[in-house]
């Protein structure tokens, strides 16, 4: 089988949370140890995610299982995404956890997918990338959705990057000049992005050598016209306009055509669950 991102402590902490005293059903029709086999496959087109996953549940009930198609993989309705065979009561096991974990991710896949050909399709392939506004205690799964879909993640978390929100600059009385000349002495291999929600803003903290200007819910027109004013700007370093708030599928391609550098979106963290049909059979 291929590779998974979820180890194996999360995927039986999974399995516990669905099935913590076994399956009584199976048990008292006494179909625990009946040979039987399972066929997941697409019922829609759809972009995988999670196959890997889904077969290792399998197998960590018991029964084998093959991998046919890798998440990534973009696919027709009825193409068969796994199969697996052993005891009923494993196969019972693991059905319904293996089953919904590739729908949900598979879902947030195929969203991410739509918004990055969108956006390829104004002339200019940028960057999509996801906020950690996921469902917490879904980021593992959700993370390796969205580079399924062929998009990257914004953050991971607080821990790790340097966003700087209005609600920081609340509590700063320091100019914006010496506050970017501090950050860059403290943290020297992060970049700084700041989140601004005017031209005006973005001038202030452009001219004073930020690395990533978030614009905070501009319109497409605005995007081009602050990446106009910005041209005519003296510039300490070279700097990337990111597009957040209200970024979708429907607006991707306009927004890459405005010149944003990349898109910054939490819309595929909605995206319906894709549809994958299981099938039973006894041997």
Known sequence: MGSYDLGDARLRALLEDDVPCGDLTSAVMGVDFQF??????????????????????????????QLHWASGSQVEAGELLLEAQGPAG????????????????????????????????SGRRIPVMCTRKNLPGTKDWVVKAVRAGGGGMHRLGLSESLLLFPEHRLYLDESPADLVARVQRQEPEKKLVVEVASIQEACTWAKVGVDVLQLEKFSPAQVLECRKTLAQTRLIRPLLLAVAGGVNVGNAAAYAQSGADLLVTSAPYAAPAADVAVSFKAD
């Open 36 to 65: 039987g086999r399972v066929e997941f496959r697409a019922r829609q087109d759809m972009v995988v995610c999670a196959s890997e996953e889904a077969v290792r549940l399998f197998e960590l009930v018991g029964a084998e299982a």
């Open 90 to 121: 494993a196969l019972h096991k693991a059905w319904k956890t293996a089953q919904v974990l590739m729908e949900w991710a598979s879902g947030i896949a195929g969203a991410v997918a739509a918004i990055v050909d969108q956006a390829a399709s």
